[in-house]
């Protein structure tokens, strides 16, 4: 597979990981249909890419809205004809301090690292449907592990999402439709300049996102990196209960102080 003349939606386009993947994208033969709130950010986006190859349309659309999603999405469709790959990208982390347990800030995070995928997914899914297939590609994270400190919405929108777009793998592939998951590790973006804990094997944004754009190439199922973070939340998930308690409290408050060194 390849990128030259496709019609392709990239969610949370504006800032961090989406934005770079807009940005690399650029260089092919392509259309980019750019989601986002921060439309002022989009339009930026696009007048810095404008002597580059592909075509830019942008669209303000806050995914945790379904009306939304549906109107943006019709707005995509007339300009586009057809959307041969969405990359479901848009995610945010708590606004809250991590020790408030509030309905408010799951329903947040809920909205656009979950719901985000399935209101866009819902449209998408009969589009790519009645053109006899395309690719859905979403992003989830390797957080999606286990329940971790002071992460839990976070990891466990994740974790929703992962098994989601598994479900929808199996099912959508006698549509042709194929659904890849995409599982970063740690990267430096505005969502992980927040972070206050140490973040293992960080990885720059440009070589995520060539990561990323390699895997879909290939149509591969899954793409997770970087493959020591792939092994240690692969041996994560095996570790006894008891064990991971006392792990996952004393790796937090040790990333804590570790965090201090790694200010960039
Ligand atoms: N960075 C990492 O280490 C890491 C690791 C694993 C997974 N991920 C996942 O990778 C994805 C991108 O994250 P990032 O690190 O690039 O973070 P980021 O720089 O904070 O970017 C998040 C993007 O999502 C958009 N977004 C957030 N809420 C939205 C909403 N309700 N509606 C529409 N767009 C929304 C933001 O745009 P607006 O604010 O303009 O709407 C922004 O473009 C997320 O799903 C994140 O969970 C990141």
């Known amino acids: 597979m390849n990128f030259t003349g496709k019609n392709i939606l990239i969610t949370g386009a504006s800032s961090g990981i989406g934005c770079q993947l807009v940005k690399d994208l650029a260089e092919e033969n392509c259309s980019l249909f750019l989601i986002a709130r921060r439309k002022e950010l989009l339009l930026q986006l696009s007048a810095e890419l404008k002597t580059k190859p592909a075509k830019i349309f942008v669209y303000q659309n806050d995914v945790s809205d379904k009306e939304d999603v549906s109107k943006v999405f019709a707005e995509v ?30 329903e947040n995070i809920y909205g656009t690292n979950l719901f985000g995928i399935i209101y866009w997914a819902e449209h998408l899914i009969k589009e790519m449907k009645a053109n006899n297939g395309g690719i859905i590609a979403g992003v989830t994270s390797l957080a999606d592990a286990r329940g971790f400190s002071k992460n839990a919405f976070y990891s466990s929108s994740k974790a929703a999402a992962t098994i989601l777009l598994e479900g929808m793998r199996v099912d959508l592939s006698k549509d042709n439709i194929k659904v890849i998951t995409i599982k970063p590790g740690f990267v430096w973006t505005p969502m992980t300049r927040k972070n206050n804990f140490y973040m293992p094997l960080l990885m720059d944004v440009k070589k995520a996102s060539k990561i990323i754009l390699e895997g879909i190439k290939k149509e591969k199922r899954v793409i997770r990196f970087p493959l020591p973070i792939v092994i240690g939340s692969m041996s994560l998930k095996l570790v006894p209960n008891f064990i991971y308690d006392r792990l996952s409290v004393k790796m937090r408050n040790t990333g804590e102080k570790l965090r201090d060194k790694q200010k960039k």
């Open 77 to 106: 469709k007339k300009e586009a004809g057809r959307i041969d790959i969405a990359l479901l990208n848009a995610g945010t982390n708590s606004k809250l301090k991590p020790d408030e347990f509030s309905s408010e800030d799951a």
